[in-house]
């Protein structure tokens, strides 16, 4: 439709699926989360772990913080009409620009072009939730103009961050970070958006699916280059089957749950979709741990075994604990079932340590404990006695 009112969609919609232009919109994403894992492989490489990974987070913020408030607007808002998806396209084109900017932010502390791409990405859904405004009426609307005015700030905000001295600008970025979070919480206090359950549990499975597609991607450019140009197969075997295993695992792990049962109001859905930041970053970051122990078996890398072998088992162990965390454990019935993915994790840690093995190490790991899991679902299911108080 050319043109339709931006009221709220309904919350007990059925059949609420992701549309082709939300899909989009998270491909788009890739380009910036590609950016954010190369610039965080080649500090890794170099040995520049500290600098490495924190500008790493602060660059996968804003990734994931514009993905999410679109996201979540849209499950409320969608009316797909031309205004809609003019604004939706207007936030692509800002992404684009936010990832070109990513390598400057990243190296040199100068967050000008993200910054710039990060304002285009957010008056185009300041436009967005002014224009719900315009079309609701009482709590909705306080709400809307609410999300409006916290927006417009937290961009003035970002805009004075780069008059700042460059010494402050890191330490500022925290600031800025901890006002864009409490928006959101603001807004929501006294009427919650009608965001669709199932529609948001699926659209954050799909951009998981993305984030370790693009780990996938990375990896497999980094063994071919490697292969090519130092013909090392021999040594990279154990790094591609490993990598292959783990993200295989971390896919099938995450979707174990129907975890849109649980999002039943904000107080469980807000820490839920926060607590993603750490899923999504971890996720792409075991991409870029791969491509590092690329790197250290072909010789390219000048940092030590476990140093590359940290690249890949710190952010795969994050990965599996904060998935328990945020919805595994809710599903999960007695000592055994809970155990199993805090277990996991501490093994994959402890894989570190295994030098050049680790990867595979790790691969093996999460693929045991993804059959541990189906093994005891099975079991359960089955109804055996001795593990009746056992479930996925």
């Given at each position: 439709m050319a043109y339709q009112p931006m009221t709220a969609r309904s919350r007990h919609e059925e059949h609420r699926a992701a549309t082709p232009l939300e899909l989009f919109f998270d491909l788009c994403f890739v380009v910036a989360v590609a950016s954010a894992g190369r610039q965080l492989v080649h500090a890794l490489v170099e040995g520049h772990p500290g600098s490495g990974i924190t500008g790493y987070l602060f660059v996968f913020f804003g990734v994931w913080w514009a993905w999410m408030n679109f996201s979540w607007f849209a499950s409320a808002y969608d009316v797909d009409d031309v205004p809609y998806r003019v604004a939706t396209l207007v936030q692509i084109a800002g992404v684009l620009?936010?990832?070109?900017?990513?390598?400057?932010?990243?190296?040199?502390n100068d967050w000008t072009v993200a910054v710039i791409g990060y304002l285009i990405m957010r008056v185009a859904l300041t436009a967005q939730w002014l224009r719900a405004a315009a079309c609701e009426q009482g709590p909705a609307r306080r709400t809307a103009l609410t999300y409006a005015v916290g927006l417009v700030v937290c961009q003035l905000g970002w805009v004075a961050l780069l008059a700042v001295p460059e010494s402050s600008k890191r330490w500022l970025f925290l600031v800025m970070v901890l006002a864009e979070l409490s928006v959101p919480v603001i807004a929501e206090r006294g009427h919650q958006t009608q965001w669709h359950p199932h529609h948001i549990a699926e659209r954050y499975g799909l951009f998981t699916i993305i984030v370790l597609g693009e780990s996938i991607a990375a990896a497999t450019v980094a063994v071919q280059s490697?292969?090519?140009?130092?013909?090392?197969?021999?040594?990279?075997l154990p790094v591609a089957g490993g990598g292959l295993l783990t993200v295989f695992a971390a896919w099938w792990i995450y979707f174990a749950a129907p975890v849109h049962e649980r999002l039943r109001g904000n107080r469980e859905a807000i820490p839920w979709g926060y607590g993603h930041y750490v899923i999504f970053a971890s996720a792409a970051a075991i991409g870029a741990g791969i491509e590092v122990a690329v790197?250290?078996?072909?010789?390219?890398?000048?940092?030590?075994?476990?140093a590359a072998a940290a690249a890949m088992t710190v952010p795969t162990a994050l990965y599996l604990a904060t998935v328990w965390l945020l919805h595994s454990r809710h599903f999960k019935r007695g000592a055994v079932e809970q155990l199993l993915l805090p277990v996991s994790a501490a093994a994959v840690l402890a894989c570190t340590f295994a030098g050049d093995a680790a990867v595979l190490a790790t691969g093996l790991v999460t693929a045991l404990t993804v059959a541990t899991g189906v093994a005891l679902a099975e079991r359960s299911r089955r109804g055996d006695p001795r593990t009746a108080d056992l479930h996925l």
């Open positions: 620009v936010y990832s070109a900017g990513v390598p400057q932010a990243f190296n040199d490697a292969v090519e140009e130092h013909e090392a197969l021999g040594e990279l790197e250290h078996a072909v010789g390219k890398a000048h940092i030590s075994a476990t």
